[in-house]
């Protein structure tokens, strides 16, 4: 998808207790609009995530991106190895702690309506984002990117998987993920659907044939499927004007 070029402001953002830092983006205009925290994946705040801000402050959403290596830095991963590695080690309880300061802070801008926060995520950050769903009362609305769901085992760290804290579910919710997803097996989606309908929870799930990890990351040619990121991009639009706008 291009780059967006349209009447936008766009800053560095800190908040929370330890100044966590965030890059943030939203229409020119003094109308209170929906906000938006956006949680990159595994490799952090980059360009790419920068720009999927823009693209959804271009249709009206005040978004925000969290930088969650803010104290860091971004990690060095060089194979897939490092970054499940990285990933076992990151502590849920900080990123959610970060994730729902994040909401604090657009609820407390006069730009954002404080009614109307949802949350966006990608791989890890989709990941993130459920659980930030299931934990952050606030929220009004939750889209995942092929978020991972489950964890091999739970501790101090890792204490509660996606689909342990998925029966608290607070706010309506959208997975899209990927038939191919060599990360994330359809039966956990399946798992998901069963749990979330269970408890009674509003939610949609789409996965796509012949789609694998990262499809809507231009950025990434092994795995980006135009036709498959659009028609996610313009599920997710709609989902979040049902829901915030």
């Not at 849920?92 to 949802?118: H, N, P, Y």
């Not at 990360?183 to 069963?194: E, F, H, K, N, R």
């Not at 799930?205 to 028609?231: K, M, Q, S």
Request: proline share 7%.
């Amino acid at each position: 998808m291009p780059s967006v070029a349209t009447s936008l402001e766009t800053g560095e953002l800190s908040f929370g207790r330890e100044d966590v830092r965030g890059y943030a983006a939203w229409p020119r205009g003094a109308h209170p609009r929906p906000g938006l925290v956006l949680v990159p994946d595994v490799r952090g705040l980059s360009e790419h995530y920068r720009d999927v801000a823009r693209r959804f402050a271009a249709e009206g959403f005040f978004t925000l991106a969290v930088d969650l290596y803010s104290r860091e830095g971004a990690p060095d991963l060089p194979d897939m190895a490092a970054v499940f590695r990285w990933m076992r080690a990151l502590p849920d309880r900080r990123v959610l702690a970060d994730l729902a300061a994040a909401v604090e802070c657009l609820a407390g801008r006069s730009e954002v309506r404080a009614d109307a926060i949802g949350i966006t995520g990608f791989c890890m950050g989709g990941q993130y984002a459920l659980m930030a769903a299931c934990t952050v009362e606030r929220l009004a609305a939750c889209v995942s990117w092929y978020g991972m769901l489950r964890y091999a085992e739970t501790d101090d760290i890792k204490p509660a998987s996606p689909l342990d804290l998925a029966p608290g579910l607070v706010c309506p919710y959208l997975g899209l993920f990927g038939a191919d997803d060599a990360i994330i097996p359809v039966a956990d989606v399946a798992t998901l659907g069963s749990i979330l309908t269970r408890a009674e929870k509003a939610f949609e799930l789409h996965v796509y044939p012949g789609a694998g990890h990262a499809f809507f990351n231009e950025t990434r040619p092994d795995a980006y499927r135009p036709e498959t990121a659009a028609d996610a991009w313009r599920r997710a639009l709609g989902f979040l004007r049902r829901h915030l706008q």
